[in-house]
């Protein structure tokens, strides 16, 4: 379950990035919306040292949605959350 949820929320993450680089404002929200949905559920079952990582890249990434600044949401999306989703799944 942990597996695929992971596999879920990097395809999601990647899309999102690739939607928001296109100015796809609206299909990258839906795949935002489903990286933090999957990253509710892998932050309750992933040990702290693993999560708080990827709380701290989500904490930024709203803080930049927020803002409206979607280059710094797709870069944070696609080099600080994706490599640590592929750093987790590595380490389980």
């Keep these: 379950m942990l597996l695929e949820s992971l596999d879920r929320s990097c395809r999601a993450a990647q899309s999102a990035a690739d939607l928001l680089r296109l100015?796809?404002?609206?299909?990258?929200?839906?795949?935002?919306v489903d990286?933090?949905?999957g990253m509710t559920e892998l932050l309750r079952?992933?040990?702290?040292?693993?999560a708080e990582p990827i709380g701290s890249v989500l904490a930024e990434l709203v803080f930049a949605q927020?803002?409206?600044d979607n280059l710094r949401v797709a870069d944070l999306v696609?080099?600080?959350?994706?490599?640590r989703l592929?750093?987790?799944?590595?380490?389980?």
Excluded at 23 to 32: E, H, I, P, T
């Design 23 to 32: 100015s796809m404002d609206a299909s990258a929200g839906q795949a935002l």
């Design 35 to 37: 990286i933090v949905d």
């Design 45 to 50: 079952d992933l040990q702290a040292d693993l």
């Design 66 to 68: 927020e803002r409206g």
């Design 78 to 83: 696609e080099f600080a959350l994706l490599p």
């Design 86 to 92: 592929r750093e987790v799944r590595r380490s389980l």
